[in-house]
Protein backbone atom coordinates (compact mmCIF):
# COMPACT_ATOMS: atom_id res chain seq x y z
CA UNK A 1 0.00 0.00 0.00
CA UNK A 2 2.48 2.57 -1.00
CA UNK A 3 0.00 5.29 -1.37
CA UNK A 4 -0.62 5.28 2.28
CA UNK A 5 2.91 5.19 3.53
CA UNK A 6 4.24 8.21 3.09
CA UNK A 7 1.22 9.70 5.13
CA UNK A 8 2.00 6.75 7.88
CA UNK A 9 -1.44 5.56 7.68
CA UNK A 10 -2.01 1.77 8.72
CA UNK A 11 -4.24 -0.77 6.71
CA UNK A 12 -6.26 -2.18 9.55
CA UNK A 13 -8.81 -4.15 7.30
CA UNK A 14 -9.20 -5.59 3.84
CA UNK A 15 -12.43 -6.97 2.75
CA UNK A 16 -13.38 -8.32 -1.20
CA UNK A 17 -16.99 -6.47 -1.93
CA UNK A 18 -17.23 -8.74 -5.19
CA UNK A 19 -20.08 -10.84 -4.44
CA UNK A 20 -21.89 -7.78 -2.56
CA UNK A 21 -20.82 -5.98 -6.32
CA UNK A 22 -22.63 -8.37 -8.17
CA UNK A 23 -25.76 -8.02 -6.15
CA UNK A 24 -25.49 -4.42 -6.48
CA UNK A 25 -24.80 -4.12 -10.16
CA UNK A 26 -28.31 -6.81 -10.47
CA UNK A 27 -29.95 -3.94 -8.95
CA UNK A 28 -28.86 -1.31 -10.93
CA UNK A 29 -29.28 -3.58 -13.96
CA UNK A 30 -33.41 -4.04 -13.05
CA UNK A 31 -34.01 -0.74 -12.35
CA UNK A 32 -32.13 0.25 -15.72
CA UNK A 33 -34.32 -1.84 -17.41
CA UNK A 34 -37.41 -0.46 -15.64
CA UNK A 35 -36.76 2.89 -16.57
CA UNK A 36 -35.28 1.52 -20.44
CA UNK A 37 -37.94 3.89 -21.97
CA UNK A 38 -36.46 7.31 -19.96
CA UNK A 39 -33.31 6.00 -20.84
CA UNK A 40 -33.37 6.05 -24.32
CA UNK A 41 -34.91 9.10 -24.34
CA UNK A 42 -32.02 10.81 -22.18
CA UNK A 43 -29.38 8.52 -24.33
CA UNK A 44 -30.66 7.59 -27.51
CA UNK A 45 -30.73 3.78 -27.87
CA UNK A 46 -27.03 3.30 -28.73
CA UNK A 47 -25.84 4.50 -25.71
CA UNK A 48 -28.94 3.22 -23.53
CA UNK A 49 -27.90 -0.46 -25.29
CA UNK A 50 -24.13 -0.13 -24.22
CA UNK A 51 -24.98 1.03 -20.58
CA UNK A 52 -27.07 -2.12 -20.76
CA UNK A 53 -23.93 -4.03 -21.96
CA UNK A 54 -21.71 -2.71 -19.63
CA UNK A 55 -24.12 -3.70 -16.54
CA UNK A 56 -24.63 -7.08 -17.63
CA UNK A 57 -20.87 -7.62 -18.13
CA UNK A 58 -20.01 -6.10 -15.07
CA UNK A 59 -21.87 -8.92 -13.14
CA UNK A 60 -20.82 -11.55 -15.21
CA UNK A 61 -17.17 -10.35 -14.69
CA UNK A 62 -17.88 -9.60 -10.76
CA UNK A 63 -19.43 -13.35 -10.83
CA UNK A 64 -16.93 -15.27 -12.56
CA UNK A 65 -13.84 -13.40 -10.40
CA UNK A 66 -12.28 -11.61 -13.13
CA UNK A 67 -13.51 -8.05 -11.39
CA UNK A 68 -12.18 -7.53 -7.65
CA UNK A 69 -13.56 -4.92 -5.59
CA UNK A 70 -11.84 -3.98 -2.13
CA UNK A 71 -12.48 -1.94 0.31
CA UNK A 72 -9.57 -0.82 2.72
CA UNK A 73 -10.04 0.47 5.85
CA UNK A 74 -7.04 2.65 7.30
CA UNK A 75 -5.93 4.62 9.83
CA UNK A 76 -3.42 7.20 11.12
CA UNK A 77 -1.37 6.76 14.46
CA UNK A 78 -3.33 9.00 16.32
CA UNK A 79 -6.36 6.44 15.75
CA UNK A 80 -6.52 4.20 18.74
CA UNK A 81 -9.96 3.14 19.23
CA UNK A 82 -9.24 0.60 17.00
CA UNK A 83 -11.84 -2.96 16.99
CA UNK A 84 -10.32 -5.81 17.34
CA UNK A 85 -12.11 -7.83 15.37
CA UNK A 86 -15.74 -7.15 13.10
CA UNK A 87 -18.01 -8.65 15.65
CA UNK A 88 -19.59 -5.00 16.45
CA UNK A 89 -20.55 -5.27 12.83
CA UNK A 90 -22.86 -7.84 13.25
CA UNK A 91 -24.04 -7.64 17.02
CA UNK A 92 -28.12 -6.88 16.36
CA UNK A 93 -27.30 -4.09 19.53
CA UNK A 94 -24.68 -1.81 18.37
CA UNK A 95 -23.11 0.17 21.01
CA UNK A 96 -22.62 3.68 20.31
CA UNK A 97 -19.42 5.35 22.47
CA UNK A 98 -20.85 8.87 24.31
CA UNK A 99 -17.97 10.65 22.94
CA UNK A 100 -16.30 9.08 20.05
CA UNK A 101 -12.72 10.66 18.10
CA UNK A 102 -12.97 10.40 14.74
CA UNK A 103 -10.25 11.08 12.86
CA UNK A 104 -11.41 11.99 9.52
CA UNK A 105 -9.95 11.10 6.49
CA UNK A 106 -8.08 13.50 4.12
CA UNK A 107 -9.52 13.96 0.26
Not at 6 to 28: A, G, I, K, M, Q
Not at 39 to 64: M, N, P, Q
Not at 81 to 92: C, D, G, Q
Request: aromatic letters at 14%; charged letters at 25%; hydrophobic letters at 45%.
Amino acid sequence: MAVLQPWNFSVLDVENLRNHYVRTLELWLDRFESAWDSVVELLGTERARAWRLYLAGSIAAFHVGNLQLFQVVFSGAKCEKIPWTRAHLYSEKRVEEKDPEWIRAMS
